[in-house]
């Protein structure tokens, strides 16, 4: 059978309409291709029959070989129950059904041979098992083979008598038909080279495993061959775009980008900073376009390397933007930029939010136009229709993952040619992540922070020793320092125990009347908000107490102490960021989590993970695992759903990295898969990813 992705699932036999619609709406099985790769969750062994009187509580699934004794209807209502007395001559157990009662009672004959299949679960003196699955037992050499697959279902399903089993026997008539033969997708050369098992092999050991061995291949072939496509598909795509997207040719180290090294820069960079400042001047030489991600830490330095990026794009006659998601953000790199200039006055630069008065948007707009400003910054004001750039050569777009896709897009759509684009980001994405998300980015990390910092001191406190808290906040303030205090929500909720801010603040001004407190929140107008955060920013107000506005990127030096409140309410990568909004300047800093006392395991081990590390990657790493990539903070407003059927990001990094370093050596040959040994992959990209996404425009 040649096209298994275009043989609708109504053609296997016990499938009808009703039957088709519900795996449709369920699980997204469609065609013949789409069952086959509907794989088992988990497999259980039934390579084994247990004895009665071997059973004890901590049994999983076990079977059983033996009679059944007796049948006896007892209890009334909803305890109504069919208890059936099951012998193997080692011992008695009950089987138990609360439905289907009278069915089962004539289905099965008492003294005949059976093997029952199920959970023992500890009832009283005895065991009993519930629902068991029940099998003749001249059957026995077929259901106790081996390792017998469980397949996920849903209620709706089950209701339709779609539960596992029958997806099951789907599967086996589906391989009958097709004489056990999958067509092979992989060209024998790349089979040979990885040593992977053939695609039969594979599905026939993912469905009906010969043993933990051969299943342990077929896992690893298919793992492998959702992971390969991906990568081969950017990777296409991205070659693809290297060669149509000419980018602005940035050849020149000019006066600029010196005159700042030599005599404008406070402090040496970091190694790090110099290595991924080399990376994107080649880039941008380079005559390509450039598609750089610029991954670091809080506090890594990367608006230094941005400064440095326009510099290039300047030097060599070009206009440069950069894009902030908030105006609070924008404005602070604005007045970092212009503090970082100084007297370098034939930069221009200039500042454009949605704030912006009609009068100065009057004299932005065509000093813009005509090439007159070199650095223009702001808010998603830059990509309104009216902002029009003589030579836009750079753009640069911090804390990536609050824009979404379209709008990035927008901002090369301003020149014939498209700009270089350095997308920033401060929440680091696992490698494997980044992989496969951005695979046809370049990307760099700042992997280092400036020299001179102490890392952040990370204590778990709960609720309940407040005074030794205030206590402390004290010493740090009347030491001169400044302290933030985070709060997960504003209104009252009455189903959740949150701390509230509102209450929090009115608290703090009298626990701290000596002191100033200002706060900030997502209800407040923007004027308002700006104001209670210069307050902060000048140093005038002791204590900002905050929702997560405060988030992204806000830089006060000053301020040591971060303080969480109901830090049980956070994601992982949520408490990171706030935590990296301290450890700015010299002094030792603090991040106290602050939660209840009662926490869930998860919930504790995500504390611990804050507790122990201040590596940005490890936990990320441990926010993939614990979460799963779906619902990772970045990719969740990305809007790439990352639909996996095998491959787990979080463990098959390995794997992932094999299946990218093999799509990059066939590309190395043949960049367009023309060659008739590789043709097959084209189409089985073709197949995969045509009613997809555009993999390739994603940056
Ligand atoms: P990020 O945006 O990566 O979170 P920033 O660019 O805001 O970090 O930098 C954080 C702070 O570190 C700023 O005050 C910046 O001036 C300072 N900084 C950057 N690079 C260095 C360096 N090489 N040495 C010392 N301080 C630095
Ligand atoms: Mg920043």
Redesign the pocket.
């Known amino acids: 059978m040649e096209e298994l992705h275009k043989r609708d699932i109504t053609y296997l036999r016990g499938i009808d309409r009703k039957k088709a619609e519900t795996l449709k709406n369920e699980i997204n099985i469609y065609t013949f291709e789409d069952l086959l790769y509907y794989f088992p969750y988990k497999y259980l062994d039934r390579s084994r029959i247990y004895a009665v009187s071997e059973i004890n509580g901590d049994l999983p699934y076990i079977q059983l070989k033996g009679r059944i004794l007796s049948f006896d209807i007892l209890g009334e209502g909803h305890t109504r129950r069919l208890i059936g007395r099951f012998t193997d001559g080692t011992g008695v157990i009950d089987l138990v059904w609360f439905k289907g009662i009278v069915y089962t009672r004539n289905k099965y004959v008492l003294g005949k041979e059976y093997i029952v299949f199920g959970k023992p679960s500890e009832f009283g003196q005895s065991y009993n098992i519930v629902h068991p699955e029940i099998d003749p037992g001249e059957n026995a050499h077929q259901v106790a083979a081996g390792l017998m697959p469980f397949y996920n279902t849903t209620e709706k399903m089950k209701k339709s008598f779609l539960n596992s089993r029958a997806i099951q026997n789907f599967q086996y008539m589906l391989l009958n038909i097709l004489e056990w033969k999958v067509n092979e997708i992989l060209p024998a050369a790349l089979l040979a080279r990885t040593q992977l098992v053939s695609l039969s092999e594979a599905m026939r050991n993912i469905h009906f495993p010969e043993s933990p061995k051969a299943l342990q291949a077929a896992r690893l072939r298919l793992k492998f061959d959702e992971l390969f496509f991906i990568q081969l598909h950017i990777l296409l795509s991205a070659g693809t775009r290297k060669q149509k997207s000419k980018g602005m040719l940035c050849p020149v180290v000019g006066s600029l980008f010196h005159t700042f090294y030599k005599e404008h820069l406070p402090?040496?960079?970091?190694d790090a900073?110099k290595r991924v400042i080399k990376e994107i001047r080649a880039d941008m030489g380079s005559g390509k376009q450039m598609n750089r991600l610029l991954q670091?830490?809080?506090?890594?330095?990367?608006?230094?390397v941005a400064l440095f990026s326009m510099l290039i794009a300047i030097d060599n006659g070009y206009q440069t933007c950069m894009m902030a998601p908030t105006e609070i953000l924008a404005r602070q790199h604005y007045s970092?930029v212009a503090n970082f200039l100084g007297d370098m006055s034939d930069v221009r630069i200039a500042l454009l939010v949605g704030s912006t008065s009609k009068r100065e948007r009057n004299q932005i707009l065509p000093a813009v136009a005509s090439g007159d400003i070199d650095i223009l910054i702001g808010t998603h004001a830059l990509i309104e229709n009216s902002v029009v750039f003589s030579s836009l050569g750079l753009a640069i777009i911090d804390e990536q993952h609050r824009f979404g896709v379209e709008q990035r897009a927008q901002l090369w759509k301003k020149n014939d040619i498209p700009p270089h684009v350095l997308v920033?980001t401060?929440t680091p994405i696992p490698r494997t992540l980044a992989m496969t998300l951005y695979g046809d980015l370049d990307v760099s990390v700042?992997d280092q922070l400036?020299?001179?910092r102490k890392p952040v001191k990370t204590i778990h406190r709960y609720d309940t020793g407040k005074a030794r808290l205030y206590e402390f906040l004290r010493k740090e303030i009347s030491a001169g320092r400044q302290v933030y205090v985070v709060y997960p929500l504003i209104e009252e909720s009455e189903k959740l125990d949150y701390k509230y801010l509102e209450e929090g603040y009115a608290l703090f001004r009298e626990i701290f009347p000596e002191y100033t407190v200002c706060m900030v929140h997502g209800r407040m107008k923007a004027a308002e908000k700006e104001a209670e955060m210069k307050k902060f920013v000048s140093g005038e107000a002791h204590i900002l107490m905050a929702t997560t506005v405060i988030e992204v990127?806000v830089?006060v030096?000053n301020a040591s102490v971060m303080v969480i409140e109901s830090a049980e309410r956070f994601g992982l990568s949520q408490l990171h960021q706030l935590r990296?909004r301290v450890g700015?300047g010299a002094e030792q800093s603090y991040c106290i989590l602050v939660s209840s006392y009662k926490l869930s395991a998860d919930t504790r081990r995500r504390l611990e993970i804050m507790v122990s590390t201040n590596n940005g990657f490890e936990i990320a790493e441990a926010d993939l695992r614990m979460r799963g990539h779906g619902d990772l903070d970045g990719t969740r407003q990305s809007g790439i759903g990352l639909n996996l059927k095998i491959a787990d990001l979080a463990s098959d990094g390995q794997i992932l990295q094999y299946a990218r370093d093999m799509a990059a050596s066939i590309l190395a040959d043949d960049e367009n898969l023309e060659r008739d040994e590789n043709k097959m992959l084209r189409e089985r990209i073709n197949v995969l990813f045509s009613r997809k996404t555009n993999w390739g425009i994603i940056s």
């Not at 402090?267 to 970091?270: K, Q, R, V, Y």
């Open positions: 402090f040496a960079l970091t900073q670091g830490d809080v506090g890594s330095g990367k608006t230094l970092t920033m401060a700042i400036p020299p001179g990127g830089n030096p990296g700015r």
